[in-house]
Each structure stands twice: as structure tokens, then as C-alpha cells.
């Protein structure tokens, strides 16, 4: 799906750019810089939906958010897809099975540990022992994975125009829901970048809140 949205992206005029953002600058009252593998990209506007990372992104060219993760842990068991045949959520032990081509994913709990804190064991052994308990028979583990879910403290994403840098939009903090919500968060930012007036009210976003 990222794939073909570059490739849109690109057939539309755009221009793609891999590299590493290492800040977020705001270059004159009218503009904006974005720093990526050491060079100065300009802009009249610009978006920081880095999800977890923005903070880090931004390094001081924005005001401070309170932004944090909740890390969520991934088990995939080979040739057990057959299993199920939806996705199941296992409630009391905070995570969902969903049977994937790859085999059977579980994946899910919570874990406010930053992003450099190295992956915690015990997590990824607590899912597995829980699966095993629900599905004796299913098979051996094939990966591991750990991701970064963007956390506000009011559970709310941060969707508006920078205090100090207004040619920088928010657009990250979606919690659990960022592939959900990118459709009409990218809706709102396309209407905010346009001076119109927001097809949904964005107070509660607003990135002022927490001042």
C-alpha cells in the first residue's frame, strides 16, 4: 500500500525522497526546512507525521509535546493460519490472533517504554504462553517484532498548525489507530494546508492544548 501511494505521489508531480530526517528548521516567517542525510529541503508548508519519532524529528524546531509510545509486541507462529478463520481478540491478556498468509499473528499489549529501551522478553513470552494455553496445537515460533504506537496523555492525536513554527503541520499521536485515521487525518491536513475551513472540528487536536 506505501508502494503505490509513492507511486501516486510521483505520477502527480510529486517528488519522493528516501533518506533520514535529522531535524525540522523553520527557515523565515514564510517557510520551512526539513534536514534529510545532511541536506536542507525547503518548503512553504510542510507536515511532521513521523508518528513516534516526530518529537525527535523536530529537535527543537517546534514547541516540546508530550509524546510517547506504547509498545506493542508481535508473535507469528508458522503453519498455524488454519487455526482461526477471522481475527480473534483474546481480551483478558490484551492482545488479538489474526490468521495471516505468513502464518498466525498475536499481537498486542501495552508497554510505555520509549524508543531505545531494548524489547522485553518476558512480553513476547507472556503471548506466547497465553496463545499456547488458547491453541495447544499451534506451531513453533517464526519472528518477533516490537512497534511504537504515538501516545498523547489524552488519547487524542495532534492535528494543527505549530505554535512557533505555523508553516509546520502536525499530523502524528494516533495511539493505536494511525493506519485507521490516515485517510481523514490526511483529509484535514490538505484543508488546513489550504486555508479552508477543516471538514471536522479540530479543536480537541489542537497542538496548543498542552501549553
Not at 4 to 33: N, P, W, Y
Not at 52 to 65: F, T
Not at 70 to 89: K, M, Q, T
Not at 167 to 187: E, M, P, R, S
Amino acid at each position: 500500500m506505501t508502494s503505490r501511494m509513492v507511486d501516486h505521489l510521483c505520477h502527480t508531480g510529486g517528488q519522493f525522497i528516501k533518506g533520514e530526517v535529522s531535524a525540522v528548521e523553520a527557515q523565515s516567517a514564510d517557510s520551512v526546512a526539513f534536514k534529510v542525510n545532511g541536506n536542507r529541503h525547503h518548503y512553504d508548508q510542510a507536515v511532521l507525521a513521523g508518528g513516534a519519532w516526530s518529537m525527535q524529528i523536530a529537535k527543537g524546531g517546534c514547541e516540546e509535546l508530550p509524546l510517547d509510545t506504547e509498545r506493542g509486541y508481535h508473535v507469528l507462529f508458522s503453519e498455524s493460519a488454519e487455526l482461526l478463520n477471522r481475527p480473534v481478540g483474546f481480551a483478558d491478556a490484551g492482545f488479538y490472533m489474526t490468521p495471516m498468509y505468513q502464518g498466525l499473528r498475536a499481537a498486542g499489549t501495552v508497554e510505555l517504554g520509549g524508543l531505545n529501551a531494548a524489547p522485553n522478553p518476558e512480553r513476547l513470552s507472556y503471548i506466547e504462553r497465553r496463545v499456547r494455553q488458547a491453541l495447544p496445537d499451534v506451531g513453533p515460533v517464526s519472528d518477533t517484532w516490537l512497534g511504537f504506537r504515538p501516545t498523547l496523555p489524552d488519547s487524542l492525536p495532534v492535528i494543527g498548525r505549530s505554535r512557533h513554527n505555523p508553516n509546520l503541520i502536525f499530523a502524528f499521536g494516533h495511539h493505536h489507530l494511525g493506519l485507521t485515521l490516515g485517510g481523514i487525518t490526511g483529509k484535514l491536513v490538505s484543508e488546513i494546508a489550504a486555508g479552508a475551513i477543516p471538514s471536522l472540528d479540530v479543536t480537541p487536536f489542537r497542538p496548543d492544548r498542552f501549553s
